[in-house]
């Protein structure tokens, strides 16, 4: 069965301090990896997926970065916060493209 | 360009009753439908999608779906609807294929009361 990783779980961060979001997924080789940002209360945005390793694609500008150096992890990083970063990432998974997405159990995120 | 909307932000209802959260889309081609349950504090749970073939698939938890190309409609149903039913329903597609962009509804705040 597969399962996936998300870290830290939740993290309080200042406004222009770097953030770095992991996930991990085992027991699925090649997966392709989605993030996910959502405003409390809020709906979902996707804002970047990979379908392999090394190639990141960006949905949406949100002055955040990914990239995806092992098949099995993701990160989402920016090197400065804004206090409109604020919320739950949630990271999933699928194994191709319009399959069902599965996902992690999400960090929750405070900008102060 | 392709969307999902969810017209009703909260649905309350008795336990017993039937339930019915009603998603619309709009997408030029053949969409690829999914709902998605969030219990408060949780992540997002599959319940059931929709690709190609039969217009009523059946999910988890009891729940089933029917496909309506006629009004681009993707409802979700369950009868009877039970209080551990309270959640965040959200409704998405998925254009398919190659593209790899999963677009969602605001969801439906679902409160089902004793």
């Known amino acids: 069965a597969q399962t996936i990783h998300q870290w830290p779980v939740a993290e309080i961060k200042a406004v222009g301090s770097p953030l770095s979001l992991g996930c991990t997924i085992k027991?699925?080789?090649?997966?392709?990896l989605y993030w996910y940002w959502q405003a409390t209360g809020g709906t979902l945005q996707q804002l970047f997926y990979s379908i392999t390793v090394g190639q990141v694609e960006s949905v949406v500008q949100l002055n955040l970065s990914a990239s995806r150096p092992k098949d099995d992890q993701f990160i989402l990083s920016t090197e400065k916060l804004l206090l409109s970063h604020s919320g739950f990432y949630l990271c999933?998974?699928?194994?191709?493209?319009?399959?069902?997405?599965?996902f992690g159990p999400g960090t929750r995120l405070l900008v102060l | 360009a392709q969307s999902v909307d969810q017209p009703d932000a909260h649905v309350t209802l008795s336990e017993g009753a039937s339930l019915e959260l009603r998603c619309s889309y709009s997408y030029s081609a053949a969409p690829y439908l999914f709902w998605y349950v969030q219990y408060p504090g949780q992540s997002l749970q599959f319940l059931l999608k929709?690709?190609?073939?039969?217009?009523v698939v059946k999910g988890t938890k009891g729940f089933e779906a029917e496909f309506r190309k006629s009004n681009s409609s993707f409802n979700l149903k369950k009868s009877p609807a039970h209080w551990s039913d309270s959640a965040k329903y959200f409704c998405a597609l998925e254009s398919g294929g190659s593209n790899y962009k999963l677009t969602f509804g605001k969801g439906t705040l679902l409160t089902v009361t004793p």
């Open positions: 027991g699925k080789s090649s997966p392709n």
């Open positions: 929709y690709i190609t073939g039969d217009t």
């Open positions: 999933a998974w699928s194994r191709q493209g319009g399959d069902t997405q599965y």
